[in-house]
């Protein structure tokens, strides 16, 4: 199995990425430098040219660009220096290291980029990012005539939303009638979210994080998850975790054949914890705390020891079978009491590695 992997600029974890080269299918990264574009808060500035400085390194892969942000300010749309601007950042950046295509999940903002009449359009695949949330293959459909209609190259892989992990019936027909529409295109899946199942909070907090990224309120979604959000709600049925469409290092396997590659996510939690992650889902083998590997429950880590040895070879059977109606079934509950060890809290200065 290969893996999409975040890029970040830093020295160590670009060294570990050129090592583990032949495992991944692909990098995608953020512009570090002017408007937030992409789908998270961010946290380092890098300007463009040393960010294609840092690609270069990426040599026989492929390189996406998150555009992935739900909205931009409506202004933009048709804000013609600010289109041709970005188009001249990712034109900087095929030049310099060929970047392959952009991720997108406005599609406002892909007819606008198209509309410029920019020569770098037709260069670039657009790939519907994973919060398009995929899961029929008439949404598929919707999405490629969507892009068909623009100048865009047409992706040569395809995200599907993460609830189709935890549904290998659903899975695999959706497939077969996607190749059969489609017959080139590759499959990814999302392995290491950690959010809750159909999360219902998604849409709001998607749009809480770009609405920040306007400039036009300050960041507080963190605070928010943890009042009113998914942090208050797995603080109060942590064993909802295991409902979460997660796919473990060791159930890579069952996915094999099925999907092409796998995306890694967790770019905001730093080169320690994506090394560790990449590290495990290469071996397919993880020996610790299953909530070390997760993007969004990974803040459970500090309250909870999932030793991911004890939840054994029947796990995968376990949750891709269930009705996950849960309200008369204990399955997770007793899952979690064999697993889990809570831990008596620790608190790390801020900004240590994750
Ligand atoms: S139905 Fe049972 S096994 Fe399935 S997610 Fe709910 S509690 Fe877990």
Known sequence: MKFSVPFIPDKAYIRFLTEKISFLESVYFGLHSGPV??????FTQMDLSSLGKSLISMEGIKKYCLLNTRFIRPDLYTDTHFLNQLLDSLKFLHDKCHINGIVVSDFYMLNALDRTGHDMVPNLEAIPGINCMMDSSQKIVSHMEMIENTRFMMPEKLVLDRSLNRDPEKLNNMILCIKSLYPHIKIELLANEGCIYHCPFKPAHD???SLSNTGMVKENTHAVNRAAGCHAYFHQHPEKFFKSPFIRPEDVIHYQGVADSLKLCGRTLGPGFLTRCITAYCKNDHDGNLLELMDATHFLASFFHLDNRQLGEGFFKKITTCTKVCKN??????????????????LKPYGKDQ
């Open 329 to 346: 079934c204990s399955i997770c509950h007793d899952l979690f009491l064999n697993a889990v060890e809570k831990k008596s809290i620790t």
């Open 207 to 209: 749009a809480q994080i």
């Open 37 to 42: 574009l992409d789908s998270r808060i961010r």
